[in-house]
């Protein structure tokens, strides 16, 4: 055997005597004894502290054991904690077994681009674009990508729908490009993420151009100001507004936009999951005459980060879209992870949604998430019944917003609200006026937390007005 040089000899020993992982291990433990009780947000101190890390790039190798210490040290005061107090953004938590199977999955470090490159994650790949056709419903031969999240979901889509609707037109866009290509319509609302509007501007049809439709007071898409769409349009609806957390009306929608000769894309980031259970299914009805999807794990599914999948009814399009070939990628019959992704190499991330929805199973899926919606009914309750909140939407899903009498009393009490770290909400604004956003995302949300948020919005409420 060849004579290893010091670093090579560090990391073999490393690898060997595993004390680097051991640590690691026992710091991560730690954590999750404490994940339930901690402050909601890291402290002051814990924000200064991060100036530690700013020193100078290392001139020589250093010891993996104090590497690790000096992360858990000042970067584990710095996290923000997945307990169920947490309603900022639409931030899901985990499901234990997801998180477990990921980190057996990290030993492994598989790359998924490939069936020959990782034939396990090739496999669970295959399992889960099945569970997820079973879930929602759909045509047997949609095809999953497993993404890094929606935002990227929703580029693959959209790459998708580019290359049918112009294939239609005698078009190929992946050899002509878009310069000189027939024109698509792009035709969505007035509510609808921002992540559709950069995946519009991404796929070159540029923001300028989008048709954009009006959308009630719950943020959902007025059906009858929709136009008359053709198949050179691009229709872009929304399952879960990310404030409101409205649907669009799939059911009076598709049906006709699909007649029309329309794609029909639907980004259901946190909302698609409602198709998966008993309770709300209503939500999405009509939804299977979409011809895409987008749909986050790592929000109301509960995965680890980062975790999205885009569901296409039109396997030629999205592998048309994506695909892309070389002498040294062996060709097989199997299916190749990486045509159905924008990414090449990349983590191996079905593993542990295959967890999740093999511990959830059917009637975990609608206990967990119709849990969510009545978490978020009691908040709503909770805050009508102390002074100083109006709830503004009706909560059919996770999601409440909130404001008090005037923007600056909601702004201040918000800001007290996340100071107070009991709890943390944010903001956004809703037809021009500012709110505070509450979206109940996690597995661990119980009655109690709820109660003990809605003490501290009242608590805040009193500090700011000085009663
Ligand atoms: C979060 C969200 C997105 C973006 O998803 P990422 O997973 O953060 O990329 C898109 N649409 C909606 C409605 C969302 O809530």
New binding site residues.
């Given amino acids: 055997m060849n004579k290893k040089n010091t670093l090579q000899a560090a990391m073999f020993a490393e690898m060997q005597n595993k004390d680097l992982f051991r640590k690691a291990k026992n710091h991560a433990f730690n954590y999750l004894n404490s994940a339930f009780d901690r402050t909601i947000f890291p402290t002051e101190k814990a924000l200064q502290n991060l100036e530690k890390f700013e020193e100078s790039m290392p001139e020589k190798s250093g010891n993996g054991e104090a590497i690790i210490d000096l992360l858990h040290l000042y970067g584990t005061p710095a996290t923000i904690p997945y307990n169920g107090r947490y309603f900022g953004?639409?931030n899901g938590s985990m499901i234990p077994t997801s998180l477990a199977a990921k980190n057996l999955s990290i030993y492994w470090d598989q790359n998924a681009a490939m069936h020959i490159m990782s034939p396990i994650t090739a496999k669970l790949e295959l399992v889960v674009q099945n569970w997820l056709i079973e879930l929602f419903g759909l045509p047997k031969h949609t095809v999953a990508g497993f993404v890094?999240?929606?935002?990227?979901?929703?580029l693959a889509a959209l790459t998708a729908a580019r290359f049918r609707l112009l294939k239609n037109k005698g078009w190929d866009v992946t050899e002509q490009g878009l310069f000189g290509a027939p024109k698509i319509r792009v035709v969505t609302h007035t509510h609808?993420?921002?992540?559709?509007l950069k995946a519009i501007s991404l796929a070159g049809f540029g923001k300028a151009n989008i048709e954009s439709v009006d959308c009630d007071e719950h943020g959902r898409i007025i059906p009858e100001n929709i136009p008359e769409l053709d198949d050179s349009t691009l229709l872009v609806l929304?399952?879960?507004?990310?404030s409101s957390g409205a649907y669009d009306n799939f059911e009076v929608i598709c049906k006709t936009a699909k007649e029309q000769g329309a794609w029909i894309h639907i980004?259901?980031?946190?909302?698609l999951w409602a198709g998966a259970t008993k309770r709300l299914k209503h939500l999405t009805k009509g939804f299977e005459h979409a011809d895409s999807y987008?749909v986050?794990g790592?929000?109301t599914l509960n995965t680890p980060y980062?975790?999205?999948v885009i569901l296409c009814q039109d396997e030629e399009a999205l592998v048309s879209a994506l695909h892309t070939s070389a002498s040294y990628l062996e060709s097989t019959n199997q299916r190749e992870g990486m045509y159905y992704t924008p990414e090449m190499s990349k983590r191996a991330r079905a593993i542990e949604m295959w967890a999740a929805l093999k511990y959830l199973g059917k009637e975990g899926i609608d206990e967990m998430i119709f849990g969510m919606h009545e978490r978020a009914k009691e908040f709503a309750r909770g805050l009508q019944n102390i002074e100083g909140f109006e709830v503004l939407n009706d909560i059919v899903y996770n999601q409440v917003i909130v404001q008090c009498e005037t923007d600056e009393l909601t702004l201040a009490v918000m800001h007290k609200i996340q100071e107070l770290r009991e709890c943390w909400a944010g903001g956004a604004t809703w037809y021009g006026r500012k709110v505070i956003r509450i979206s109940v995302c996690s597995w661990a949300t119980t009655s109690e937390d709820v109660n003990r948020s809605v003490a501290s919005f009242e608590k805040a409420y009193k500090h700011v007005v000085g009663v």
């Fill in positions: 953004f639409v890094s999240g929606t935002s990227m979901a929703n609808i993420h921002s992540s559709i929304q399952a879960g507004n990310v980004d259901g980031a946190f909302g987008a986050d790592h929000k980062d975790s999205g």
